[in-house]
């Protein structure tokens, strides 16, 4: 049977998502929605989220193994932060524009894997925002995120 490829490997690895942050959180920086929301994250922000995407779309564990990071600990940055769908739309149109500028997979089912994790993701965020105790548990494992319906472009 032919092995099915990740979506971290399909997307080119950790080196093409630290380049999707990168250019997104400057992006991210001149926009007037987004700058206030931002404004104070860590210098290591883009790496962690990058590390914390790679790790769902099936990379090696680094956002756990060296950013200390845990499911529980990711939705914590969100809670009480009272984001908007506003935000959060834009948050999505930004992040889509950098993927397309640094040229990231675009064949219709990585971009339909990507969407729907981003969609996911980004709506718990803004519920998670909205809420001041996290519902998430330590213990609880990392999200994984696949292919879903369309599998994949490795198929013939
Ligand atoms: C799939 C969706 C998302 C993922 C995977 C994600 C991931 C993360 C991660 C890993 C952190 C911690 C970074 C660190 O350790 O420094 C974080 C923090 C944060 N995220 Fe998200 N996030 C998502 C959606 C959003 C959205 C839609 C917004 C706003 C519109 C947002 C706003 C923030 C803010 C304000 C912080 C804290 C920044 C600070 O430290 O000041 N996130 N996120």
Redesign the pocket.
């Known amino acids: 049977m032919k092995e099915i490829p990740s979506l971290y490997t399909w997307a080119g690895g950790q080196p093409a998502l630290e380049k999707l942050t990168a250019v997104f959180y400057a992006k991210v920086g001149k926009d007037e929605l987004?700058e206030p929301?931002?404004?104070?994250?860590?210098p290591?922000?883009s790496k962690?989220?990058a590390?914390?995407?790679g790790q769902?779309f099936g990379g090696s564990p680094v956002?756990t193994a060296e950013?200390q990071?845990s499911h529980a600990?990711?939705v914590q940055?969100?809670i009480g932060?009272s984001?908007?769908e506003t935000?959060?739309r834009?948050?999505?149109s930004l992040l889509l524009d950098s993927a397309d500028e640094i040229g990231l997979a675009d064949d219709p089912e990585f971009r339909s894997a990507l969407v729907g994790?981003?969609e996911?993701?980004?709506r718990?965020?803004?519920i998670n925002?909205n809420t001041t105790e996290n519902p998430i548990n330590e213990n609880e494992p990392m999200p994984k995120w696949g292919w879903g319906e369309t599998g994949g472009p490795y198929q013939p």
């Open positions: 987004l929301v931002f404004r104070h994250m860590s290591e922000h962690h989220v590390h914390f995407i769902v956002y950013d990071g600990r990711m940055h969100h932060k984001l908007t935000q959060r834009r948050w999505i994790y981003l996911w993701g980004s718990l965020a803004v925002s």
